[in-house]
């Protein structure tokens, strides 16, 4: 099993921008893909980002796509999600996830892992 905490959320206006960090610890990280999900009030919790195991492989929500940018660090055991041109519509929950396999995936049933989320909150 992995560890996962979320960092880096907070509030921020319209047009701003966040990177949110994932630390890992348990089993080898660089094994494995990592993703990034967010969940609104109400909503159910969907997919934003994923990144292979090398960080040679990414894969973007098509609501995010040109905005944000997901990155890996296997030396630090850390991923990244980089935010801009927030827009209100991204206020969520963001939880990392570690996946199943090596490969990016944006099913929820392909993590097994996951983080206790960070609170991002985006004013108009």
């Known amino acids: 099993q992995v560890q996962l905490v979320e960092s880096g959320g907070g509030l921020v206006q319209a047009g701003g921008s966040l990177r949110l960090s994932c630390a890992a610890s348990?089993?080898?990280?660089?094994?494995?893909?990592m993703g990034w999900f967010r969940q609104a009030p109400g909503k159910e919790r969907e997919f934003v980002a994923a990144?292979?195991?090398?960080?040679?492989?990414?894969y973007y929500a098509d609501s995010v796509k040109g905005r944000f940018t997901i990155s890996r660090d296997n030396a630090k055991n850390t991923v990244y999600l980089q935010m801009n041109s927030l827009e209100p519509e991204d206020t969520a929950v963001y939880y990392c996830?570690?996946?199943?396999?090596?490969?990016?995936?944006?099913?929820?049933?392909?993590?097994?892992?996951w983080g206790q989320g960070t609170q991002v909150t985006v004013s108009s």
């Open positions: 996830a570690t996946a199943i396999g090596g490969w990016a995936v944006r099913r929820r049933n392909e993590y097994i892992d």
């Open positions: 348990g089993r080898t990280f660089n094994n494995y893909a």
């Open positions: 990144i292979s195991w090398s960080g040679g492989s990414t």
